[in-house]
């Protein structure tokens, strides 16, 4: 029998696969929210709710009734989430724009207890989750940037340009934290995937700090894999070079070059980006 429990394995199969962006959409999907639905998949515990969200999330699935259920059983027992369920949830909220209030207070309240057992990860992403939230959590994300601070050597790109992307989209002034990212990034540049590098060089230019090692470093890795950058890649890349008036032809040819063959498939904030970078 085709169960909640099957559903949200089946659901975390499929937002991990390689295609998801090609059955997102599609009937055997909704199928299977459909059957958590009804089995109610978050009665399993934490690690059932957290895996359902994060899997609506990452299909960019927004099922509203669902996310509502999760959101009110997870409230009555978050003191049972792990800081990685804690942190998988919040993102799942965030990614799908969803601010239930008294849920975002008690996952705040609880990570602070429990900071101290965050990993790398967890704390990239609920930095990154609670900087989407509407009045952002400052006592939260101040804690945050001391763990993250403590834990930058263990962090991985992603890590890194995830919390990066957190504290420069809240416009927060933390230089020793900001300048500890330039320079582990630069450590670890070679593992850097392009996802990591536009959304470095986006953060760093939210901040508004021409760190020139640090985007010599991002251009150098940019020109070897700007086929692997997809568009909104693209764009973001050149809008924050251009923003940051660091002037880069290299970059930016091979950038018109990667980006003519898929501009039909760019969508309107990246066409201003893209059209705004080359216009400075």
């Known amino acids: 029998m085709f169960g909640g429990t099957r559903a949200v394995i089946a659901l975390n199969r499929i937002a991990r696969a390689g295609d998801r962006d090609n059955v997102r959409s599609g009937p055997k999907v909704q199928w299977i929210v459909r059957i958590a639905q009804e089995a109610g998949a978050a009665t399993n515990g934490p690690h059932a709710l957290s895996n359902t969200a994060w899997a609506l999330a990452k299909l960019d699935f927004e099922d509203l009734p669902l ?59 609920i930095a990154w989750a609670f900087s989407k939230f509407s009045g952002s959590d400052l006592t939260l994300m101040q804690a945050l940037s001391s763990a993250s601070m403590r834990n930058l050597p263990r962090m991985d790109s992603t890590d890194l340009a995830l919390t990066a992307g957190a504290f420069a989209g809240l416009a927060i002034a933390d230089f020793p934290l900001r300048d500890a990212i330039a320079a582990q990034s630069l450590r670890i540049m070679r593992e850097f995937q392009p996802r990591d590098l536009s959304h470095m060089s986006w953060a760093f230019s939210k901040w508004n700090v021409s760190d020139l090692p640090l985007l010599d470093a991002i251009s150098a890795s940019a020109l070897t894999r700007l086929s692997e950058f997809d568009c909104h890649g693209l764009a973001s890349t050149s809008w924050a070079f251009a923003k940051l008036l660091v002037v880069n032809r290299h970059l930016f040819q091979a950038i018109a070059t990667a980006a003519l063959p898929s501009l039909p498939q760019f969508d309107p904030q990246d066409l201003t980006m893209t059209a705004w970078a080359f216009a400075k």
């Not at 949830?89 to 900071?115: G, K, V």
């Open 67 to 125: 996310m509502e259920a999760i959101s009110s059983k997870a409230l009555a027992t978050i003191g049972t989430f792990t800081p990685r369920e804690m942190a998988k949830l919040a993102w799942a909220f965030a990614r799908l724009t969803l601010s239930f209030q008294p849920l975002i207070d008690a996952i705040s309240a609880s990570s602070l207890r429990a900071l101290s057992k965050f990993e790398s990860r967890d704390l990239s992403c």
